[in-house]
């Protein structure tokens, strides 16, 4: 093994996991962050003295990362200066699409505890030095806080991640992005603003969040929809990302009563297609996954519970977000096995003022 591939190795094992927190936060997706952090290490790969860039004269001439004849002082450095220019980039052509996304976007869920065997590992949190910082970049991966990032300029939101989350300081910050470091200050002012004034605030305790998530995934199982609204704050607010999959709805269903009655309807609709849900770890925020009786994945479900309450519930079904997590349900045989037909009825009875007919 050449000295090269050992120092490659080397700085692929201890940053590979800090590139790829960088890359989610910017792009919210999972496989794109993947192919970007390995790219990245490719490009490193190909400057050192002995890779295949110096022989072959195929390292990168221009554009972010360009190969500028020597090798890099810093890996850290140089990598994450590769990662956040590919990120920027890929910002930049991805608005175009999001734009055109068939109802409500969200990030694509991480599982960032421990993953009930599903999904294939990902790269490990980057170590936080104390319990503080820990819940801090635990809200950063949230995906209240990644919506709030897609609303910010791509340089911003790099900015922003580098020197806040990521506690780059500015010097080093400016030469990622390549702005002077007066612009970079005033960016991250800027974007620390709009977050600030957007962002939601979660539970100072981990625990008492993770009690009434249990509480309510339990409420959900049982049936004991008393119990389950009883948890829900007053304008709580169901987000579902299908993809313009014919199975979900498009658009917010906002309130305790309308949240009520679309759970009502779709334990009552959907609990025999479902036959395991799993309390788990989504975005550093309590979730879970609902699984068919093969243990396929349907759905993943992540809660913001703040002041005692549920305050969001957001629900990824779209199986282009879900692949990453492992074998995925048949949509078309569960709701062939649904007694009450497809969940979008369960959405418009939740959207319609008047009660759904018969108990409830």
């Not at 806080?145 to 910050?173: C, I, K, N, Q």
């Not at 334990?267 to 395991?276: D, F, I, L, N, S």
């Not at 959405?347 to 759904?356: C, K, S, V, W």
Request: hydrophobic share 40%; charged share 25%; with cysteine.
């Amino acid at each position: 093994m050449s000295s090269a591939d050992l120092s490659t190795m080397d700085a692929y094992q201890e940053l590979r996991p800090l590139m790829f927190a960088i890359a989610y936060r910017m792009l919210g997706q999972v496989s794109e962050a993947e192919d970007i952090v390995q790219e990245a290490f490719l490009r490193y790969y190909r400057i050192l003295p002995n890779g295949p860039g110096r022989d072959s004269g195929t390292g990168p001439a221009s554009g972010a990362g360009a190969d500028t004849g020597a090798e890099p002082q810093s890996p850290r450095a140089y990598l994450a200066a590769i990662t956040t220019r590919l990120c920027i980039d890929y910002c930049r052509s991805a608005r175009a699409r999001r734009e055109a996304y068939v109802g409500r976007w969200l990030p694509e869920p991480l599982l960032t505890g421990p993953s009930a065997g599903l999904a294939p590992p990902l790269p490990a949190p980057v170590p936080a030095p104390d319990p503080a910082d820990a819940a801090e970049q635990a809200d950063s991966l949230s995906m209240a806080f990644l919506l709030v990032l897609e609303r910010l300029s791509p340089v911003e939101r790099a900015v922003f991640l580098l020197h806040d989350v990521f506690s780059y300081g500015y010097d080093e910050t400016a030469r990622i992005v390549g702005r002077t470091q007066d612009n970079c200050r005033q960016l991250a002012r800027r974007a620390r603003q709009h977050v600030s004034e957007h962002r939601t605030r979660y539970e100072a305790s981990r625990g008492q969040r993770e009690e009434l998530a249990r509480r309510f995934f339990a409420a959900i199982g049982d049936g004991d929809m008393d119990g389950l609204i009883s948890m829900l704050a007053a304008d709580v607010t169901v987000y579902g990302d299908g993809g313009g999959m014919r199975y979900s709805w498009r658009r917010p269903i906002v309130g305790r009563d309308r949240v009520g009655r679309l759970l009502a309807g779709l334990r009552q609709r959907g609990r025999p297609t479902w036959a395991v849900l799993r309390p788990v770890e989504v975005n550093g925020q309590p979730g879970a996954l609902f699984l068919d009786g093969d243990g396929a994945l349907i759905t993943v479900i992540a809660l913001d519970i703040a002041e005692g309450q549920v305050q969001a519930v957001r629900s990824v079904i779209n199986p282009d977000k879900l692949r990453h997590l492992g074998p995925l349900a048949d949509w078309e045989a569960l709701v062939s096995q649904s007694p009450g037909g497809p969940p979008e009825q369960s959405a418009r009875l939740a959207a319609d003022q008047r009660p759904p007919a018969g108990p409830r």
